[in-house]
Antibody, heavy 118, light 107 residues
Framework: LQLQESGPELVKPSETLSLTCTVS??????????WGWLRQPPGKGLEWIAS???????YYNPSLRSRVTISVDTSKNHFSLKLSSVNAADTAVYHC???????????WGLGTLVTVSS | DIQMTQSPSSLSASVGDRVTITCRAS??????LAWYQHEPGKAPKLLLL???RLESGVPSRFSGSGSGTDYTLTVSSLQPEDFATYYC?????????FGQGTKVEIK
């Protein structure tokens, strides 16, 4: 299984951050796993952002819920993250993951650094 | 949210050393704890789940223990490839939360 994050490395304040995670080696449609996004700001710990099941059921961290949308495209075998109204505090390495319903993350992407700056 | 406090934040050790990292939860998490290893330039790797269950393919020098609020990750004999940052994660409460990480460096 490989997970590959993609998207702009630089986003302006107040704009929307958009990332896609392309899955290879497994089909999102096969079920059994959740697909998630986490992030790690420079010098800080990991933070879970959101997760989605292939059926489209979504789960969000309440601290980010108002600004986050996670979606899945099973035909392209990828899932996506949108984070609106970004500011400097959203600068982080963003990882996509495959995880069990219980919550531990079995597989991770390398991560992509997104910087919020004008 | 359940707060996860890891200690130490960093440590220096030599190859062959026994290393222990501690993770304390702000409330009981019923062994719903995972440990991850993150080497620079690589994807994080799941080491243990359910506090003490070794993930498939992970060397047996890694072990986990604990209960209630206090958990430990032990590396019985540190190898060169073990120099990395380690994170704990609780998945008992929602949202799931992570420790701040412990960086294991070469002495």
């Amino acid at each position: 299984l490989q997970l590959q994050e993609s998207g702009p490395e630089l986003v302006k304040p107040s704009e929307t951050l958009s990332l896609t995670c392309t899955v290879s080696g497994d089909s999102i449609s096969s079920g059994g796993y959740f697909w998630g996004w986490l992030r790690q700001p420079p010098g800080k710990g990991l933070e879970w952002i959101a997760s989605i099941y292939h059926s489209g059921n979504t789960y969000y961290n309440p601290s980010l819920r108002s600004r986050v949308t996670i979606s899945v495209d099973t035909s392209k075998n990828h899932f996506s993250l949108k984070l609106s109204s970004v500011n400097a505090a959203d600068t982080a390495v963003y990882h996509c993951t495959r995880h069990y319903s219980s919550g531990w993350h079995k597989s991770w992407g390398l991560g992509t650094l997104v910087t919020v700056s004008s | 949210d359940i707060q996860m406090t890891q200690s130490p934040s960093s440590l220096s050790a030599s190859v062959g050393d026994r290393v222990t990292i501690t993770c304390r939860a702000s409330q009981g998490i019923s062994n719903s704890l995972a440990w991850y290893q993150h080497e620079p330039g690589k994807a994080p790797k799941l080491l243990l789940l359910a506090a003490s269950r070794l993930e498939s393919g992970v060397p047996s020098r890694f072990s986990g223990s604990g209960s209630g609020t206090d958990y430990t990750l032990t590396v019985s004999s540190l190898q060169p490839e073990d120099f990395a940052t380690y994170y704990c994660q609780q998945y008992y409460g929602s949202p799931q939360t992570f420790g701040q990480g412990t960086k294991v460096e070469i002495k």
